[in-house]
């Protein structure tokens, strides 16, 4: 499994924006490579990365090989209500990852 | 992509040029005062730095993790993990990175943290070593380092270690390569100063195993000196030699006292 | 392919292979492939925007200026909105000029998120320019641009 770093304040107040930080370990191999000889390196990046909170979609995005290897990722949401965070990480050659977090919201 | 013949190329061996021709109007070698030393990490852009400084956002932090899973598994024909030794890295492993590379009286000579973990795997684990460079190795030795994050380099007096920081200082003043440059000339004379749009750090190995940029992984301080050896268009030796563990021995000696600040983030 | 094995058994695939082994000793050697243009990247943007118009503002396109190294630049984008039910930032798209592609990266948003600011890392190729482009949830499009200078350091792996 890919290694993931998440960052969630753990302990957040109801209606606050959180800035939420996500890390995940992979190549993003462009396909615009080559070998020494000439040959060129097939693509393999993660292409899709969604957070849902609570089983509904808060942030989604698209990515290109542009994206820097071990993408890194930080949007905000608003914290609602107690619950999980569940990332999903999804890529070229059946590439899966899903992290989850816990969240606390008095 | 013919070397030499883009723009950058040619830029690039031009201020290496110009380089060398200040050079050899300075021939002192002088040593960097104890006082001026600095990190790499102090010529860092804005963003660079705050990779470095969040956890969270440090990718060299995803190797430390696959290094805290392999310190727990039980590996070789011993069915032994590191774990089971040393028991939590988070104490007995404190203070390590600090001053490697270490005497090893069995070799009679200093052994650097990949072949100290190396030595561990083959003689006590009885299995393979890692491959220099493996992911593996890399994610156990960044994590041993990790450990002691924020420690003072110690540099010791250690009497044996002697003659091998002469050899590493021999390596670092002498002249090599197509350039006939030496380390010392740009990273004792001329650090600060820019070379092909960068500025120069001292090179001190304060972060090692680290996340570079260019490399868009983590690596060994033996894969940052190959890549210096390449820069001066000199024969890179193998993973392993001795010249790169004296090298070393020499480097971490010069940095004495500066923190350590693995896994550190460089372009 | 056929065509390949035939090019390099004959003499000609032959001097091309040695020339590349020779000019790239390293790991992979990077053959600038057909970048992307300022017209494909505006081509790109239509995909997106379709025939509305793009307006400047309301978007800050926030990337250093000067980089070291071209393949980890850290972006980010805020977009001025207050991220209500009925008035919201949709999507944001990044787009640069010269990369081999122009399309970096479109995220999709909702009220939800409190507020339109993301920020990742990406590559560039070259200096260049880079551009953001946010959707609003009444229809309208919005961007900044923003000028990035890469620099390559001196001692790398491959003998470029």
Request: proline content about 6%; hydrophobic content about 40%; aromatic content about 6%.
């Amino acid at each position: 499994m890919a290694r993931a770093l998440i960052n969630v304040p753990a302990k957040t107040k109801r209606g606050e924006v959180i800035a939420i930080k996500t890390l995940i370990s992979h190549e993003m191999e462009t396909g615009f490579r080559h070998s020494t000889i000439g040959v060129p390196i097939p693509r393999n990046i993660i292409t899709s990365f969604v957070a849902t909170y609570n089983k509904e979609e808060i942030f989604r995005a698209e990515l290109f090989p542009a994206i820097a290897a071990n993408p890194f990722i930080t949007f905000y949401t608003v914290a609602t209500e107690s619950g999980t965070i569940t990332f999903e990480w999804t890529g070229d050659n059946g590439f899966s990852a899903t992290e989850t977090a816990a969240i606390t919201v008095e | 992509m013919k070397p030499g013949i883009t723009k950058l190329g040619f830029v690039r061996s031009g201020a290496l040029i110009a380089v060398l021709c200040i050079m050899t109007m300075h021939s002192t070698v002088a040593e960097i005062p104890l006082a001026e030393r600095r990190s790499g990490y102090n010529l860092l852009s804005r963003e660079t730095r705050a990779m470095q400084d969040d956890d969270t956002a440090n990718p060299g932090m995803l190797w430390v993790l696959d290094g805290e899973a392999l310190w727990r598994a039980k590996a070789g024909t011993a069915e032994k993990a590191c774990a089971d030794c040393h028991g939590d890295a988070r104490e007995t492993m404190k203070g390590v990175a600090a001053r490697y590379p270490a005497f090893d009286p069995a070799r009679g000579r200093p052994v650097d943290l990949e072949q100290r973990i190396n030595i561990c795997r083959s003689e006590q684990q009885k299995a393979s070593p890692f491959a220099y460079e493996s992911k593996d190795l890399l994610a156990l030795t960044v994590y041993v380092a990790r450990q002691s994050r924020g420690m003072p380099i110690e540099g010791t007096a250690d009497e044996r270690l002697k003659p091998f920081v002469d050899a590493g200082r021999a390596l670092f003043t002498r002249r090599l390569g197509q350039l006939n440059l030496t380390c010392a000339q740009c990273h004792d004379d001329n650090w600060g100063r820019k070379l092909a749009g960068n500025p120069l750090p001292q090179a001190h190995p304060t972060g090692y195993p680290l996340y570079r940029l260019e490399w868009q992984t983590v690596g060994s301080l033996q894969r940052r000196l190959r890549n210096c050896l390449i820069g001066m268009r000199v024969e890179p030796y193998a993973y392993g030699s001795p010249e790169y563990v004296a090298l070393e021995t020499f480097l971490m000696w010069r940095a004495r006292g500066l923190p350590v600040e693995t896994p550190a983030v460089r372009p | 392919m056929d065509r390949h094995d035939g090019e390099r058994r004959s003499r000609r695939g032959i001097l091309k292979a040695a020339g590349a082994l020779a000019a790239g000793c390293g790991a992979a050697m990077l053959v600038r492939p057909a970048r992307a243009t300022p017209a494909s990247m505006q081509i790109a943007i239509r995909n997106v925007v379709g025939s509305a118009a793009v307006q400047q503002g309301k978007v800050t396109l926030d990337i250093p200026p000067l980089v070291e190294n071209g393949s980890t630049v850290a972006v980010s984008v805020a977009v001025e909105s207050p991220m209500t039910p009925t008035d919201y930032v949709k999507a944001i798209h990044i787009f640069t000029e010269k990369n081999p592609q122009p399309n970096v990266i479109s995220i999709h948003l909702g009220p939800r998120a409190g507020r339109a600011n993301v920020a990742t890392r990406m590559r560039l190729v070259d200096t260049q320019k880079i551009v953001a482009i946010a959707e609003l949830s009444n229809g309208s499009f919005w961007s900044d641009t923003a000028d990035v200078i890469i620099t390559l350091g001196a001692c790398l792996e491959d003998v470029i």
